[in-house]
């Protein structure tokens, strides 16, 4: 074994506490690479292979704060570079103190998101960072090699709290939909080709809106745009007319206070409809008529305040299902039956006040997993799926920041996929990334 910097050992698929100091370049500890080997396990009493060999390279590229793995630059507020995989991105992502004077350490990414621009090799690659300065939208566009261009910044006010994308005008072009807290407003960026959003339209809100997704909500091929407020129990729906206004504003009542939502075509009409994760204590499925307006069709009682909610097929019966967690820390799963029903499962978990922030296939199997942040103290956890309802070798990753906000992308087109999440340290804003192979 070897290790230059820091790692962890890793047996059975779990990370024990020990570091592996070799003492090269160790007290920079910028980047490490850790050689790992762990065991075949099988199903049903013989150890279960997350792998297909006995012995496995695990190779863990890790990037800022995390206990005994994570690679960590001190004074970076961004990922910094770690292999030859990413020959550019220390040079990218460079500390905010350190490119911009008004930019202290107090500037803290607030969301983060991946999409596809215009071609099969662009990408976008945007954080939202705020600070006393206010709120900016940080673009970088990422080619499949992991050549990352240069930081493009565009001023999206003091408080936008909620960031989503989409092409609103039908020029193949993604664009960047944001909206205010305080000033009550929906601002859409448009994506003028050229690697600028520039041209923008500002649309005004009665109310603090923090929750924000586009969809096609009536069937006209034009992405429309729907907001959710603070402890309030309706949503806005703006209807996009496709000349760059938004008319036929219409108010959607629920029954309960709205935290969360999600659109999909959960009833395979395909048809957009919109599931709200409520803080009563309870799911709430709302189906698309297909004229813009919709039926309450089911309550599910969850007896705690849904924290966050995410919709995936997760068991490959091309229905989608609803994973959402609460308070208990559990993550729970209602999975679709086709038949306008659901029969629930709750798996456990050892993170206390656990959010699940992402659905995604961590190992190769064709079977999404669950990916789970706890903010305090601090851990990443990832419960691979079986496939017929039941998740195992839960994998936890604890960390020495505060992890808010995680989103999944390969980004260097090896076929795996990454996790990249944004949380805090103190006062500083964190960007990590993990890569690893099984």
Partial sequence: HWSIGSAALIVNGKFRDEHLHLGLFGWYNSWCIGFFEFWIMMNYGLPAAMCSHAFYDFI???????????????????????????????????SANENNDEESTVSRAKSIMFKRLYSEE???FALHTSNVYGTHLKIFLNFANGHLTEEKKFSIGYTTVK?????MNNDKKVDVITTDFLTR???????TG???????????????????????INGDNQLDIIVAYSDKNFITILFNMGNGTFLNETTYETDYVIHTFEINDINNDNISDIIIGHLDGNISIHLNKGNGTFIQQMVYLTYRTVYSLLLSDMNNDNKVDIIFSTDSGNFEVLFNTG????????????????????????????????IMTNYSPGEIGVYFNIGNGTFTNETIFPERFLPMEIKLLDINADGRMEIITIGENGRDGVIAMLLFYC
């Fill in 60 to 94: 863990i590229f890790f990037m800022y704060y995390i206990h005994g793995i994570i690679c960590r630059q001190r004074k970076s507020h961004y990922i910094t570079k770690t292999s030859t995989s990413y020959p550019n991105l220390k040079e990218t992502f460079q």
């Fill in 122 to 124: 662009l990408w976008i």
């Fill in 163 to 167: 960031i989503s994308t989409g092409d």
């Fill in 185 to 191: 407003a929906i601002t859409i960026l448009y994506n």
């Fill in 194 to 216: 050229n690697e600028t959003f520039d041209d923008r339209t500002i649309i005004p809100l009665d109310e603090e809106a923090n929750i924000l997704d586009v969809a096609d």
């Fill in 339 to 370: 038949t306008e029903t659901f029969y629930h499962r709750v798996i456990s978990t050892n993170l206390y006040g656990a959010n699940v922030r992402a659905i995604s296939d961590i190992n190769n199997d064709k079977i999404p997993d669950v």
